[in-house]
């Protein structure tokens, strides 16, 4: 059984920073890419960013320049740095991983961390 935990949600004002973590766990035999989603209230689950096990990086055009993904193979981890925070970046973010285990690659999701932005 895979397990993705996330950490580091909580509230901050405008312009202020946060960094999530989400550490994978269970029968891993590697992890391909790892990303960040987020849904707010009433929106679809959008993509934030995404990094290849070759640390590649993707990020959506709404972000770029203030978050920055990272990955720590060693732990299975993977951080999102966010900086200069906006009340419209407030979601529940979701974290991502494509995981080899004994079975074939699959897609698992944490259970989300909620980002609030107050003005």
């Known amino acids: 059984q895979v397990q993705l935990v996330e950490s580091g949600g909580g509230l901050v004002q405008a312009g202020g920073s946060l960094r999530l973590s989400c550490a994978a766990s269970?029968?891993?035999?590697?992890?391909?890419?790892m990303g960040w989603y987020r849904q707010a209230p009433g929106k679809q689950r959008e993509l934030v960013a995404t990094?290849?096990?070759?640390?590649?990086?993707h990020y959506a055009d709404s972000v770029k320049g203030r978050f920055t993904i990272s990955r720590d193979n060693a732990k299975n981890t993977v951080f999102l740095q966010m900086n200069s925070l906006k009340p419209k970046d407030t979601a529940v973010y979701y974290c991502n991983a494509v995981i080899l285990t004994p079975t074939p690659l699959k897609s698992y999701w944490g259970q989300g961390t909620q980002v609030t932005v107050s003005s």
């Open positions: 990094i290849t096990s070759g640390r590649s990086t």
């Open positions: 269970g029968s891993i035999f590697g992890i391909d890419a």
